[in-house]
């Protein structure tokens, strides 16, 4: 996921690293923070794969600082990740957040909608955090607080991004 979002925020603009960095950061939040341990390596293989490069530009006070550029082939290889995201990253909601929020950057809708299809199918699929043997347990089954709480949250998300879902594929903008 890290490599996509790099390659999504480089299809927005050309970038100096630490830029890059806290955009990364800002868009995982807390729940994945970014070190300069897995950042630069990612950037290098990007580059070393031809999908970004490295060029000197002048910086505010005369040193010179390396901004990173997304190449043609980075951003066809950003389009590909796009069109086709892994199963993975529709399932888990903090790797789709990331293909979320770099979908606008392909071109044809219907290639949009197709991934929030993906999305919304896999939500619409039955599914419980928590079970009796074999059995989901519904909510008033469950007798820990804390557990019927993050049943009451899940459900109450997973609500609220099917209905959000559904609007953007039925083309009601109040939901764009």
Do not use: C
């Amino acid at each position: 996921m890290l490599e996509l979002a790099i390659l999504g925020f480089l299809a927005e603009a050309p970038l100096h690293g630490y830029e890059l960095r806290r955009r990364v950061a800002h868009l995982s939040g807390h729940s994945r923070p970014v070190s300069d341990g897995s950042l630069y390596p990612a950037i290098n293989r990007l580059v070393r794969q031809g999908l970004l490069e490295r060029r000197t530009e002048a910086g505010r006070a005369a040193a010179q600082r390396h901004v990173l550029h997304l190449t043609e082939a980075g951003r066809t290889d950003l389009l590909q990740r796009l069109r086709r995201p892994p199963e993975q990253d529709i399932t888990d909601f903090n790797r789709f957040a990331v293909v979320l929020a770099f979908l606008s950057q392909l071109p044809d809708v219907a290639d949009q909608h197709a991934v929030l299809s993906r999305r919304l199918a896999f939500l619409e699929e039955p599914a419980s955090f928590f079970y009796d043997g074999d059995r989901p347990l519904r909510e008033r089954e469950m007798d820990d607080p804390y557990r019927k709480g993050l049943f009451v949250v899940a459900r109450a998300t997973s609500r609220a991004e099917r209905t959000w879902l559904r609007g953007v594929l039925d083309g009601d903008h109040t939901h764009d």
